[in-house]
């Protein structure tokens, strides 16, 4: 019996563009490196044109993703929670990789687990927390409610591999949105892990699309791209935020600025990533 050493394979994380899972098209990457410096996996890094190509998907995916009913959308998220928590011990051994503990680890896997349940539960209840019959003084029935805002681009918190990412996607998808997310430099491991928990999980192609890469290279691409709708920044750098404001100014999209932390559990996230359409429909004529 042959006693030679084995070399081990070292896996490469690829982007998530439409459901499936690219190479970059520039064929870039980065090392990842864990404890005394050990390489962990090599990381594509998302240029410009996969950025382009995720928006195209989200676009595409957007109006089926929204005409969704939110029941189903409800169960959807529910059954990413499922995956996610079917493959918890994957998800542990990665974050312990990036430098958790085993306590931590595990904290974080379980706080991803209930946030989805927690939006999922949101699902078909957030449209009348945030809807309003209004008085008018016409003989109109006046009524607002929240309706899907479009093709999100997020860039997620980068000190949280997990839970931070989780808790952009979740309420940017149970919105109705399509999403682009930046997901963090430095703890990449679960975002394509995440990526494969959400592909087997009922979500459609399109609806949520994440790149690795960096955040100098690609969120002034985040902010001037003309059909994404709304940008949400997780950053503590308040030239991130100033440069985020600045380039999206040209065609008015909107920035929701949050700290480099994962977003807690709120409604009022749903809501940051909606439009409020007023009807009016003539009455007593």
């Known amino acids: 019996m042959s006693t030679k050493k084995r070399l081990a394979v070292s896996k490469t994380y690829k982007l998530y563009l439409g459901g499936k899972f690219p190479r970059t098209e520039s064929g870039r990457y980065y090392e990842l490196k864990g404890r005394k410096d050990t390489l962990l996996a090599n990381v594509s890094r998302a240029?410009?044109?996969?950025?382009?190509?995720?928006?195209?998907?989200?676009?595409?995916?957007?109006?089926g993703w929204a005409a969704?009913?939110?029941?189903?959308?409800?169960?959807?998220?529910?059954r990413v929670a499922e995956m996610l928590e079917g493959r918890a011990g994957q998800f542990e051994e990665e974050l312990r990789a990036q430098g958790a503990t085993p306590v931590a680890a595990r904290k974080e896997v379980t706080a991803s687990v209930d946030l989805f349940v927690h939006y999922a539960g949101w699902s078909d209840k957030y449209q009348s927390l945030f809807s309003s019959v209004n008085p008018v003084a016409t003989p109109h029935?006046?009524?607002?409610?929240?309706?899907?805002?479009?093709?999100?681009?997020?860039?997620?918190?980068?000190?949280?591999?997990?839970?931070?990412?989780?808790?952009v996607v979740a309420p940017i998808l149970v919105g109705g949105n399509t999403s682009v997310i930046l997901a963090s430099h430095a703890r990449p491991l679960c975002a394509i892990t995440?990526?494969?928990?959400?592909?087997?999980?009922?979500?459609?192609?399109?609806?949520?699309?994440?790149?690795?890469?960096?955040?100098?290279?690609?969120?002034?691409?985040?902010?001037?791209?003309?059909?994404?709708?709304?940008?949400?920044?997780?950053?503590?750098e308040a030239g991130e935020t100033r440069l985020a404001q600045e380039r999206a100014a040209e065609n008015v999209k909107r920035v929701i600025p949050h700290a480099d932390a994962p977003l807690a559990?709120?409604?009022y996230h749903?809501?940051?990533?909606?439009?409020?359409?007023?009807?009016?429909h003539p009455v007593g004529v």
Not at 51 to 61: C, D, H, M, P, Q
Request: proline content about 4%; aromatic content about 6%; overall charge negative.
């Open 265 to 267: 559990e709120s409604p």
């Open 194 to 236: 995440l990526a494969e928990v959400l592909n087997s999980s009922d979500v459609p192609g399109g609806t949520v699309n994440i790149l690795t890469g960096l955040r100098d290279e690609l969120l002034p691409q985040f902010a001037e791209h003309m059909d994404v709708n709304a940008l949400l920044v997780c950053s503590d």
């Open 47 to 63: 240029s410009r044109k996969d950025f382009r190509n995720a928006v195209v998907a989200a676009r595409k995916a957007w109006s």
């Open 270 to 280: 749903i809501l940051d990533l909606q439009e409020i359409k007023t009807t009016w």
């Open 68 to 78: 969704t009913t939110a029941c189903l959308r409800g169960q959807i998220l529910y």
């Open 141 to 167: 029935f006046n009524f607002s409610m929240p309706e899907s805002t479009g093709v999100v681009a997020a860039v997620a918190p980068e000190g949280s591999g997990l839970l931070g990412l989780s808790s």
